[in-house]
Nanobody
Framework: QVQLVESGGGLVQAGGSLRLSCAASGRAFSSYAMGWFRQAPGKEREFVAA????????YYPDYVKGRFTISRDNAKNMGYLQMNNLKPEDTAVYYC????????????????????WGQGTQVTVSS
């Protein structure tokens, strides 16, 4: 069982930055790949970033590449999403998730690959 709690969301102007945090329970977090997804009103949940269990293999879709950075501190059971140069279209509820079968280098981009999710944190970017 893994519990995830996101924090760090808020209201920011376009061009600004936010850093989201994801606190994970359980000693096996360091063995699990993690990801960030977002869901805007009326839209499907979409992939934002993924990171391997060892923290060395990040992956981003084109619409956030160069602006968002995913990282983790396995010693602290924490995951992070640094978001720079935010745009109004980044407005959404952001969720962290883990793939709770031990891997090392693998990253996952599909919702169905993740089996534990946090409750989400709202990010609003004003124009």
């Amino acid at each position: 069982q893994v519990q995830l709690v996101e924090s760090g969301g808020g209201l920011v102007q376009a061009g600004g930055s936010l850093r989201l945090s994801c606190a994970a329970s359980g000693r096996a977090f360091s063995s699990y790949a993690m990801g960030w997804f977002r869901q805007a009103p009326g839209k499907e949940r979409e992939f934002v970033a993924a990171l391997s269990a060892n923290g060395l293999n990040p992956y981003y879709p084109d619409y956030v590449k160069g602006r968002f950075t995913i990282s983790r501190d396995n010693a602290k059971n924490m995951g992070y999403l640094q978001m720079n140069n935010l745009k109004p279209e980044d407005t959404a509820v952001y969720y962290c998730a883990v793939h709770s079968r031990p891997t090392y280098w693998t990253t996952f981009t599909r919702l169905l690959d993740y089996d534990y999710w946090g409750q989400g944190t709202q990010v609003t970017v004003s124009s």
